[in-house]
């Protein structure tokens, strides 16, 4: 099997959250060649329309609702792992590690 290692550059990441978007400047990224399944030409038309509930927003406010979603979803972990532990089951890689 021939694998082939790409190289990106000028890269823009788009991180949806909520109803808001941002695009952040990632530069060059290399994709080792076995993570590449199809790699294909973009309808930039396509690719420049936003759905209608989103808005561009900086990308220091989606980030700082990417870490209060991430907060949120820590402690909803967490009081699901204690529920689980009061009926008995034991949380996910809280076990003893074997080597």
Do not use: C, W
């Not at 952040?24 to 076995?34: A, N, P, Q, T």
């Not at 820590?74 to 699901?80: A, E, F, I, W």
């Amino acid at each position: 099997m021939d694998l082939a290692n790409l190289v990106l550059q000028d890269t823009i990441e788009r991180i949806f959250i909520e109803d808001v978007y941002a695009d952040i400047s990632r530069g060059i990224f290399l994709v080792r060649g076995e993570n590449v399944l199809l790699l294909g030409e973009i309808d930039l038309d396509k690719d420049d329309f936003i759905p209608e509930p989103f808005r561009k927003a900086s990308p220091e406010e989606v980030h700082a609702l990417t870490v209060k979603k991430n907060q949120a979803n820590k402690r909803g972990d967490k009081v699901r792992q204690a529920r689980l532990q009061a009926l008995g089951f034991e949380a996910e890689h809280s076990g003893e590690v074997l080597f």
